[in-house]
């Protein structure tokens, strides 16, 4: 009995360890700059986060356009990690004004009641996401495999919710696009997905000729290419 008593106490033991271990780890790797955001990325505001004490977690600041672009910024003060994997930006007594939580590689999301969901980003990689999207903006065409033109259509910056933006045909495409008529378009994991009204979507992937190619590829293979 005392024997079980002691595996389960040194399992406990072990597990409150590896999570502290973990906890460390995770504060090294979230020293830097940071993109706070809107999903969409209509209000952005940059953390750096350091690894100096404060008074109940560690440093961090804020630029000083964050309180006005983001007004509940205005009470964070520090942040932490709380738990295995829980980034906390925090007040100066130690309470939460929003917790993340890592959704995937470099990527972080956050809720808050009322207001909605927020991501907090590397700022490098939000700053190349950034650039991908403004690349993105223009007219396009729409290619078959051989070359003929089969529809034209316009991406633009104007948000359309759900990380959406806005996205138009033009005059004469053939029945196949027409019919399922894409009205928004995003970037997502590196791909651009054109979306119709009913939430279908089509997705394109950059290939080595700089062209977008619709996936799954075909025998008869559906290029945009920038006009």
């Not at 917790?99 to 991501?119: A, C, K, L, N, P």
Request: aromatic residues 8%; negative net charge.
């Amino acid at each position: 009995m005392w024997r079980a008593f002691g595996t389960v106490i040194l399992s406990a033991l072990l597990a409150s360890a590896a999570a502290a271990q973990d906890a460390a780890s995770m504060k090294k790797e979230m020293v830097g700059q940071w993109e706070l955001a809107t999903t969409e990325r209509s209000k952005t505001c940059v953390v750096t986060l350091t690894s100096e004490p404060a008074a109940k977690g560690l440093k961090l600041t804020l630029e000083p356009d964050c309180a006005k672009t983001l007004p509940f910024t205005k009470a964070i003060v520090a942040w932490d990690v709380k738990g295995l994997d829980i980034v906390r930006l925090e007040t100066a007594d130690g309470d939460s004004v929003i917790d993340f939580t890592e959704v995937e590689s470099g990527i972080f999301e956050g809720h808050r009641d009322g207001e909605g969901i927020y991501i907090l980003q590397n700022l490098v990689a939000a700053r190349s996401l950034a650039k991908s999207m403004e690349q993105m903006i223009g007219d396009w065409t729409m290619v078959r495999g051989n070359g003929r033109q089969v529809c034209g259509l316009t991406l633009t910056n104007t948000e359309a919710g759900n990380d959406n933006f806005q996205a138009f045909l033009k005059p004469r495409c053939d029945a196949q696009i027409a019919g399922f008529g894409p009205t928004m378009w995003r970037l997502e994991h590196g791909a651009m997905l054109l979306v119709a009204p009913n939430g279908d979507s089509w997705r394109f992937e950059a290939d080595d000729n700089a062209q977008w190619r619709k996936v799954p590829d075909t025998a008869d293979p559906l290029i945009m290419l920038r006009q």
